[in-house]
């Protein structure tokens, strides 16, 4: 089994940063593609980034060009630079892996964190 814990989150006001990380212990070695997801109070779980074991990363258009993912395979860390963060960005941060190289939709991955809060107000 695979386990993932992030942390990172908190109160930011509009404009600022927060790095989010997700630390995967157990049988890492199944682990291939990782990502990032958020839900907000009273929405649906929507995708934030995802990065394919080959490094490749992919964005939703909400973040693209304020948030980076990445990942640290020698230390099986996953991180998420969040910039210029908005009160949309608001709510509750999930990293996701999975066994596949590759994956895009959250039902195509295998283990998920409990979550992160993320709040960003004035």
């Known amino acids: 089994q695979v386990q993932l814990v992030e942390s990172g989150g908190g109160l930011v006001q509009p404009g600022g940063s927060l790095r989010l990380s997700c630390a995967a212990s157990g049988t890492v070695f199944a682990i291939n593609a990782m990502g990032w997801y958020r839900q907000a109070p009273g929405k649906q779980r929507e995708l934030v980034a995802t990065?394919?074991?080959?490094?490749?990363?992919n964005y939703g258009d909400s973040v693209k060009g304020r948030f980076t993912i990445s990942r640290d395979n020698a230390k099986n860390t996953e991180y998420l630079q969040m910039n210029s963060l908005k009160p949309e960005d608001t709510g509750v941060y999930y990293c996701a892996a999975a066994r596949r190289y590759s994956a895009y939709r959250d039902e195509e991955y295998d283990y998920w964190g409990h979550g992160t809060q993320v709040t960003v107000s004035s």
């Open positions: 990065i394919a074991s080959n490094g490749t990363t």
